[in-house]
């Protein structure tokens, strides 16, 4: 009976010890998910200078392999029409103390960021992404095209030889838009409303090959009957109505 008092006594005065040791000192908080959404979609904004409600979709985040380091990918409409196509961006986020250190954006406003946009999201759009450590790049890519080259890529028609004693048949011929040459290139600058799209062809009809930010400067190349005018910066970009334009 004695032995069993002793071993009661004993077990609740270790329990009473334990209750005197200090507390354990917590992990700090790593940076939020929150946080770092709300930093990439400033830059979006800032990117496509958007004012006002923002049409975003797909929004995920994902901490990558380098500390304070969250990768925000996602889709954005930068018109807001329903008709438009939403564009895909990856950003890079760095956060110390949950405030933005830094903040990276690709955004695919033309072919060439597209195709980088599709690299990032192959690197970072998962948990533990981004290069290992001790690496540049998380693997060895060939260099992506430009715009430039993909339009020359278009332009060019495969030549065939027939054979000996063949006619060849005609080549095929589409419509080219008539195109009034400018007496000199002029300087304007796009509306400050909303992003702009610039299609492939004049008359409302042709393809959207880019999408410019608000209050972007641009060159006119050429005219074309109902208002449409060709722009571009060192190049033609492509088409656009008179009526997107501040003049």
Known sequence: MHRLV??????????????????????????TLASARQAAEAQVRARLRM???????AV??????????IAVCGQVNPTGEATDPFIPFVALVTLRE???????????MSNSEAGRVF???????????????????????????????????????P???????????????????????LAGERVVTTTAAH???IRSQPGGGGTVVRIIPRASTVRIFGEAPGGWLQVGEDQPFGWVHGSMLDR
């Open 195 to 197: 992003p702009v799209n």
């Open 119 to 157: 690299v990032e999201m192959l690197d970072r759009c998962f948990e533990g992404g981004g290069p290992p450590s001790g690496r540049p790049q998380a693997r060895v890519l060939p260099p992506l095209p430009l715009d430039a080259a993909l339009a020359q890529q278009r332009g060019a028609l």
């Open 159 to 181: 030549t065939t030889t027939p054979p000996s004693g063949v006619a060849s048949p005609p080549a095929p011929t589409s419509p080219k838009p008539a195109t009034l040459p």
């Open 6 to 31: 002793a071993l009661v006594l004993t077990v609740i005065g270790v329990g009473l010890a334990a209750c005197g040791d200090p507390p354990k000192e917590t992990p700090s908080p790593e940076p």
């Open 51 to 57: 004012v006002g409600e923002m049409q975003m979709r």
């Open 60 to 69: 995920q985040a994902w901490r990558q392999q380098v500390p304070n380091t």
């Open 98 to 108: 949950d405030k933005t250190e830094r903040a990276d954006l690709v955004i695919g």
